[in-house]
């Protein structure tokens, strides 16, 4: 008997998880070594406060050491601080905040919270691939709700749920409400008008939003990002992701926390207390230095926050332009770090490789390998009902470096000829 066939199966929860997506697509920006412009992890030089704020964790003893389970003292005060006005609350830092490995481990805390078998929680399509997967291991079912064009589909901000669609998902087994804003990976910021009726449908059925909000701090042009928290009568049935990695721009940190009433973020810390326990004391002092630093030069020439929207929004500019200029079709995102692109008009035709793949993945494979240039299918972030709505969408990332952009509106440009 080979030792194989002596080891338990793995758990049936498991049955539906193959390679992960980022694996797959990023082992091929890696092997082909490609400019990459898919993946959100920002590739510029970590700014020079951030790295002192580290020296300075790094030297202090007590930074070394485990820290409290449900977020490091320090941080949760500065996390308090910088929100309380923007909830127009003042929330207690020990009891409605949370601090996790990243806010994947603050989304997965708050599905397992919250989930039994047989559970549903709605979920603006498309969406990030985690709130899957963290469903899936919770046995709870996920119901999608596509955002639609309606209007001009190259602005984001016409990406907009049918009401009747969207209420039609809820029903007595509804649990949560999952979304983002600003969203990953249409580029859309709700408005307060949208989130007031995602609210109130939320209200009606008695449900839990768990608002993915990491990329609050990109916001472009005239937009405003509207925290669905803060509304009237919605802080005591809504949890606030956020994350230090897209906010400082730090991703590999994974540092990221969940703003809330003290009666849900108690539940969450019960899922962490069984996991992780607690995130890295050090990276955590850190952060609540780097939060610290940023309020005491808010609204000034050299705030940090200011700084990124402004980059990300001349990057997506300039990538916007190049692939304008070969004839897709961009959708100019309202902020944060993706912009969706069209390639339709490009006439690409991939059948005769019989991959039995979505178009936009063998446009994105296409491209990686025989270009150099690495982008992200859209069609992964969709369930199978509304695969066809992305068919030939690809999706790029903004937040790259002055060199990584050029080189990557340099390979766009040469896609014209081909």
Same mark, same amino acid.
């Given at each position: 008997?080979?030792?194989?066939?002596?080891?338990?199966?793995?758990?049936?929860?498991?049955?539906?998880?193959?390679?992960?997506?980022?694996?797959?697509?990023?082992?091929?920006?890696?092997?082909?070594?490609?400019?990459?412009?898919?993946?959100?992890?920002?590739?510029?030089?970590?700014?020079?406060?951030?790295?002192?704020?580290?020296?300075?964790?790094?030297?202090?003893?007590?930074?070394?050491?485990?820290?409290?389970?449900?977020?490091?003292?320090?941080?949760?005060?500065?996390?308090?601080?910088?929100?309380?006005?923007?909830?127009?609350?003042?929330?207690?830092?020990?009891?409605?905040?949370?601090?996790?490995?990243?806010?994947?481990?603050?989304?997965?805390?708050?599905?397992?919270?919250?989930?039994?078998?047989?559970?549903?929680?709605?979920?603006?399509?498309?969406?990030?691939?985690?709130?899957?997967?963290?469903?899936?291991?919770?046995?709870?079912?996920?119901?999608?709700?596509?955002?639609?064009?309606?209007?001009?589909?190259?602005?984001?901000?016409?990406?907009?749920?049918?009401?009747?669609?969207?209420?039609?998902?809820?029903?007595?087994?509804?649990?949560?409400?999952?979304?983002?804003?600003?969203?990953?990976?249409?580029?859309?910021?709700?408005?307060?008008?949208?989130?007031?009726?995602?609210?109130?449908?939320?209200?009606?059925?008695?449900?839990?939003?768990?608002?993915?909000?990491?990329?609050?701090?990109?916001?472009?042009?005239?937009?405003?990002?509207?925290?669905?928290?803060?509304?009237?009568?919605?802080?005591?049935?809504?949890?606030?992701?956020?994350? /230090?990695? !897209?906010?400082?721009? $730090?991703?590999?940190? *994974?540092?990221?926390?969940?703003?809330?009433? #003290?009666?849900? &973020?108690?539940?969450?810390?019960?899922?962490?207390?069984?996991?992780?326990?607690?995130?890295?004391?050090?990276?955590?002092?850190?952060?609540?230095?780097?939060?610290?630093?940023?309020?005491?030069?808010?609204?000034?020439?050299?705030?940090?926050?200011?700084?990124?929207?402004?980059?990300?929004?001349?990057?997506?500019?300039?990538?916007?332009?190049?692939?304008?200029?070969?004839?897709?079709?961009?959708?100019?995102?309202?902020?944060?770090?993706?912009?969706?692109?069209?390639?339709?008009?490009?006439?690409?035709?991939?059948?005769?490789?019989?991959?039995?793949?979505?178009?936009?993945?063998?446009?994105?494979?296409?491209?990686?390998?025989?270009?150099?240039?690495?982008?992200?299918?859209?069609?992964?972030?969709?369930?199978?009902?509304?695969?066809?709505? /992305?068919? !030939?969408?690809?999706? $790029?990332?903004?937040? *790259?470096?002055?060199?990584?952009?050029?080189? #990557?509106?340099? &390979?766009?440009?040469?896609?014209?000829?081909?």
């Amino acid at each position: 008997m080979k030792l194989e066939s002596a080891v338990p199966a793995p758990a049936h929860r498991l049955r539906n998880f193959g390679v992960n997506l980022w694996a797959e697509f990023s082992s091929l920006a890696v092997q082909h070594k490609a400019t990459n412009i898919g993946q959100g992890f920002p590739d510029f030089v970590v700014p020079e406060f951030l790295q002192e704020e580290v020296k300075k964790a790094v030297a202090l003893p007590s930074a070394n050491w485990y820290t409290r389970a449900q977020g490091h003292p320090r941080l949760v005060k500065e996390l308090a601080a910088e929100f309380s006005p923007l909830f127009n609350r003042n929330i207690d830092p020990m009891s409605e905040i949370m601090t996790a490995v990243g806010a994947y481990e603050a989304i997965y805390a708050a599905i397992t919270a919250f989930i039994n078998e047989g559970d549903e929680a709605v979920v603006i399509e498309p969406h990030f691939d985690c709130y899957a997967g963290d469903m899936e291991l919770c046995g709870g079912k996920l119901v999608r709700v596509p955002l639609r064009p309606n209007g001009d589909p190259n602005f984001a901000k016409n990406w907009t749920l049918d009401k009747d669609e969207f209420e039609a998902a809820f029903n007595e087994k509804t649990k949560l409400l999952i979304t983002t804003t600003p969203h990953n990976p249409v580029g859309k910021i709700f408005t307060k008008e949208e989130l007031e009726y995602i609210g109130g449908v939320c209200k009606k059925y008695n449900v839990v939003v768990v608002s993915d909000e990491v990329y609050e701090r990109v916001v472009f042009d005239e937009n405003e990002h509207v925290r669905i928290g803060s509304l009237p009568g919605m802080w005591e049935r809504v949890l606030t992701i956020g994350s /230090a990695g !897209k906010t400082f721009s $730090v991703t590999g940190w *994974k540092i990221g926390w969940a703003l809330g009433p #003290a009666h849900l &973020i108690s539940q969450l810390q019960h899922v962490s207390s069984c996991s992780t326990f607690t995130a890295p004391t050090l990276l955590q002092e850190a952060v609540a230095g780097a939060f610290e630093h940023e309020r005491s030069i808010a609204h000034t020439d050299t705030a940090y926050f200011s700084w990124l929207s402004t980059t990300l929004q001349k990057n997506c500019r300039m990538l916007a332009d190049a692939f304008t200029d070969i004839g897709c079709e961009p959708v100019w995102p309202d902020g944060g770090y993706f912009m969706l692109v069209d390639t339709a008009n490009m006439g690409w035709d991939f059948t005769d490789l019989n991959t039995g793949r979505c178009y936009d993945v063998d446009c994105v494979k296409w491209l990686t390998r025989e270009f150099k240039l690495a982008t992200i299918p859209i069609s992964v972030f969709y369930g199978d009902k509304n695969r066809h709505l /992305a068919a !030939k969408y690809i999706r $790029v990332c903004c937040a *790259k470096s002055d060199e990584t952009i050029v080189k #990557a509106c340099e &390979i766009i440009r040469s896609l014209k000829k081909n």
